[in-house]
């Protein structure tokens, strides 16, 4: 059975967090306790609660193998109306909500235990991504949703998304690949098809030498979501990138413990965390 996107997103941050060492490791923990409410909950970069930053910080206390408290968990989850949730904050209740399972035992045994749980059709969501449910990342939020509640996933078709150079673009008929978008779509068609190793080079070229990836060639300069997300999906079809980014994950991590979402930022949250780590993960 294929893994699920969220056990391979949690595998991946355990391996970036063994990585750690017993001061980066207190420095980071601190960090992520900064972000957490009374509650049990995480705030986003506006210092509210927020459930889509959540998702982040439960992934990390899991991978840092920090001591969980179910029952707040589910007091928090229990106050969620799903039903007005758009197809983001939808898909992170429901990872919430197997991470709040999983704090009561191992999750990866939980997973393979799970039965078919009903969800919304992607048609409910009044809201998704680009306002456009075919594009790329909508696709890949769908299917990681439809992975969680063991339901099937039939992909949509992504060719009207190709650029010329083999990449994926953020909508239809886009000339310039997206780094995200391109991540998004080899993850469905890995997940959905197998991982074919020579599908990645579009991605392989996009990487500069400093080891970061630019969200767009004509980005300023690169980021850590962009680099994190693009040396994840290498990771998953196997394949090394073309240069070292340990120096480049290394250099937004800041003082406060977080990481930096670039080198012109200086300030971090639970979300830029998350990619750092798992960004160390793949390395």
């Known amino acids: 059975m294929q893994r699920s996107v969220t056990i391979k997103l949690l595998q991946t941050l355990q391996r970036g967090c063994s990585s750690l060492g017993e001061e980066a490791r207190e420095l980071i923990v601190g960090f992520l306790l900064s972000?957490?409410?009374?509650?049990?909950?995480?705030?986003?970069?506006?210092?509210?609660e927020d459930l889509y930053y959540t998702t982040f910080g439960w992934l990390l206390?899991?991978?840092?193998?920090?001591r969980q408290d179910a029952e707040a968990m589910e007091r928090y989850l229990a106050e969620v109306d799903l039903e007005s949730l758009d197809l983001v904050h939808y898909a992170a209740a429901v990872r919430c909500r197997l991470l709040q399972?999983?704090?009561k035992g191992r999750l990866s045994?939980?997973?393979?235990?799970?039965?078919r749980t009903p969800t919304r059709e992607l048609e409910s969501f009044r809201s998704v991504p680009n306002n456009d449910r075919e594009a790329p990342y909508t696709q890949f939020i769908w299917m990681s949703l439809c992975e969680d509640t063991r339901n099937d996933y039939q992909p949509a078709a992504l060719d009207a998304y190709r650029t010329s150079d083999g990449g994926y673009a953020?909508?239809?008929g886009g000339k310039e690949m997206a780094t995200n978008a391109t991540a998004a779509a080899l993850m469905v068609v890995g997940q959905s098809e197998g991982y074919d190793a020579a599908r990645v080079s579009p991605l392989l070229e996009a990487q500069e030498p400093?080891?970061?990836?630019?969200?767009?060639s004509v980005a300023p300069i690169p980021d850590l979501l962009s680099t994190a997300t693009a040396l994840f999906v290498l990771n998953c079809y196997g394949v090394r990138p073309r240069y070292e980014a340990a120096d480049f994950v290394e250099a937004h991590w800041l003082e406060s413990g977080g990481f930096a979402?670039?080198?012109?930022?200086?300030k971090s949250d639970v979300e830029y965390l998350f990619y750092g780590l798992l960004a160390l993960g793949t390395l």
């Not at 045994?109 to 039965?115: I, P, R, S, V, Y």
């Not at 400093?210 to 767009?216: E, Q, Y």
């Not at 979402?261 to 200086?266: F, K, P, Y």
């Open 170 to 172: 953020n909508v239809k």
């Open 35 to 48: 972000q957490r409410t009374e509650r049990g909950a995480y705030v986003n970069k506006q210092g509210e």
């Open 109 to 115: 045994l939980l997973w393979q235990a799970l039965q």
């Open 101 to 103: 399972r999983g704090a």
């Open 61 to 66: 206390e899991s991978a840092l193998g920090l």
């Open 210 to 216: 400093s080891g970061g990836f630019r969200a767009t």
């Open 261 to 266: 979402a670039t080198l012109l930022d200086e």
